[in-house]
DNA sequence: TTGTATGCGTTATCAG
DNA sequence: CTGATAACGCATACAA
């Protein structure tokens, strides 16, 4: 019969190296605490044995865990995937190790994953926006979790963000589409509920149309999950109108990418029928033809900063001072002036 | 001065409920093997309290963690991402958390996750990929943890797996293009050291163009990482080549979108001049135009059956048998016959 | 410099 | 049906 041998302790290094598991310890913790030739010792001991550490007993001994949490709607596209690579690659420089998940954008599913994440001894966590139950963030207070928001800066929040200002960064961008002259402007948003960053694009659309003189009449809007199909979909629901638009905003990426898509397969010429915009610049904008004009996003930058200040407000009990970010528009094919009418 | 609130025991809920920590346990491990009346009792307590478990206790105590661990090549694209995506969704119906890192294509780095996700106590893992230092199969199955290889199916491996055939996949969409008339063949391919699934692809190709006659000279290859930037610089080598390719294979879908923005952007008719096809039939497939002509894995089916597989192995101590999937050529208009020449 | 002893929060065994 | 109590593996205050 075989022995099951299972993970070698501290105490079975211990033993081998003849110390007691104090000084095991020590030589892995605080290695000049211990003289160099027994710490030799152990060492050899832990090669020999293979030893790992346990983490769950660690965390139950220090009360940390050196783990980050991030919850994210998704993990299907690159939206997020780019921040929060380098997200991790910082918090991995620092020691700490990075535990995703992703809800699907469903509210009740984000909250279940906060709760999983801090029984599991996240020493903080990372959102996505700022739009979630209040009695989430008492939650989180009341626990004393360090947590920082994420792809949407706002000055007065409940906890501390790293992003930039969505309804700006759209307000600049579709001043800039009713600038070079179309009057007829189609809105592909994702959905609002829930989303303040959707919610906040919109709003940046509806005041620079205002406040460009436009009549709020001018604008359609069709607002739908973030799938590519539904960019698809959406622009043809907006193309029915009449007058139909002359420039489409999407609320991001890859909705943009499903009305491109969809204006090749109506024959549509792009930007000479109708110019399309989207959000983001994940590389999907610069890949498609013609590739898209689209808000650039400061995703590493914001990934990297975010990682940064999570880390401080964790080791130093700070409270987090969050930080903007700035956007920018990035001009490509995918718009152009409107047809002559 | 306040009170440092941390989060709330057992211990607490007990003392709540006037009961022991045992039978709170019991409460909510069996709640049938406690009465209506106290049971009633002890869960209004937790749910004044707002008791969440720690996990990092009931790790230690149960020496389980209904934790897996997976660790991918890169989370950048979307390759990975749907199949993580359906294998993560059918953990957590099992009641197992899903523990993501990535590697960055780099086998010391993938080594030393491993070394930290079992640390960190995963009861198995999900490996991409067959090719490793052996000493990571002996660390494995010494420690005895149970571990599955994805997006790569071999009969006779260390570990067992659920994919597709690799070679035989690219094989057919290879012998494809030859049936369609043409005899100078390019390939972008991914870094075949230690991506057996690369390697495999190439080789599949280098049989279809030596099993159907053609001279191993009609071939040429690049090796690059994958990006879409490097798909399009290995697209301009290729095409300096005397004769260029009429058409070229890449490695993944990735390489051959930068290989079609390359084609455009130097004023190449796609497929009219040269034809370019991909591999892995992600979204980025069909958003490109032309479409890319790719070979479909199904992503989700090899997702949700290695979570099946994988909590199978763990639970019952089982071996795993492994499993092949099919594959499938998705035929798009990035592929047509050879000009004349 | 090193060892001893204790606690971390749960589960599980064994009595009652 | 419920309550003590012993693990689980590690870190650390305190002693030596």
Redesign the interface.
């Known amino acids: 019969m075989e022995k099951?041998?299972?993970?070698p302790t501290l105490d079975d290094v211990a033993k081998m190296a003849d110390v007691s598991t104090a000084t095991v310890s020590r030589c892995l913790n605080s290695p000049d605490r211990v003289v160099e030739a027994t710490r030799k010792r152990v060492l050899t001991a832990i090669e020999t044995l293979?030893y790992?550490?346990?983490?769950?007993?660690r965390?139950?001994a220090v009360k940390r865990?050196f783990t980050i949490g991030a919850i994210i709607p998704t993990?299907?596209?690159?939206i997020f995937?780019?921040g929060?690579?380098s997200f991790?690659e910082e918090l991995h420089q620092r020691g700490y190790?990075?535990?995703?998940?992703?809800s699907a954008y469903k509210p009740e599913i984000e909250e279940e994953q906060i709760?999983?994440l801090?029984?599991?001894?996240a020493d903080g966590l990372l959102l996505i926006g700022h739009d979630r139950d209040p009695k989430i963030y008492d939650?989180l207070s009341?626990?004393?979790i360090p947590a920082l928001v994420a792809w949407s800066y706002l000055p007065d929040s409940k906890l501390p963000s790293i992003g930039f200002d969505n309804r700006a960064a759209m307000f600049d961008l579709a001043s800039h589409v009713i600038g070079l002259g179309h009057t007829q402007i189609g809105v592909i948003s994702g959905l609002v509920d829930g989303n303040d960053r959707a919610r906040l694009r919109v709003q940046g659309i509806r005041d620079a149309v205002s406040s460009s003189g436009l009549e709020a009449g001018n604008l359609t809007l069709v607002e739908t999950s973030y799938e590519?199909e539904n960019g698809a979909k959406a622009f043809r629901d907006l193309m029915n109108a009449d007058p139909p638009p002359t420039a489409i905003l999407c609320g991001n990426d890859v909705l943009a990418?499903g009305a491109l898509?969809q204006a090749?397969e109506m024959g549509l010429d792009v930007p000479g029928h109708v110019s399309i915009t989207g959000f983001d610049d994940i590389?999907?904008a610069?890949?498609?033809?013609p590739a898209l004009t689209t808000v650039h996003v400061p995703h590493r930058e914001m990934g990297r900063k975010a990682a940064l200040q999570l880390v401080e407000m964790v080791e130093n009990q700070t409270a987090g001072t969050g930080e903007q970010l700035s956007t920018r528009i990035v001009n490509r094919p995918s718009l152009g002036k409107p047809a002559l009418g």
Not at 97 to 102: E, G, I, K, N
């Open positions: 099951h041998r299972s993970a293979g790992t550490p346990n983490f769950a007993a965390v139950m865990s993990m299907e596209n690159a995937a780019r929060l690579q991790q190790t990075l535990l995703v998940s992703s709760r999983t801090i029984a599991r001894g939650f009341q626990r004393k590519i990418a898509r090749q590389e999907l610069r890949i498609v033809s």
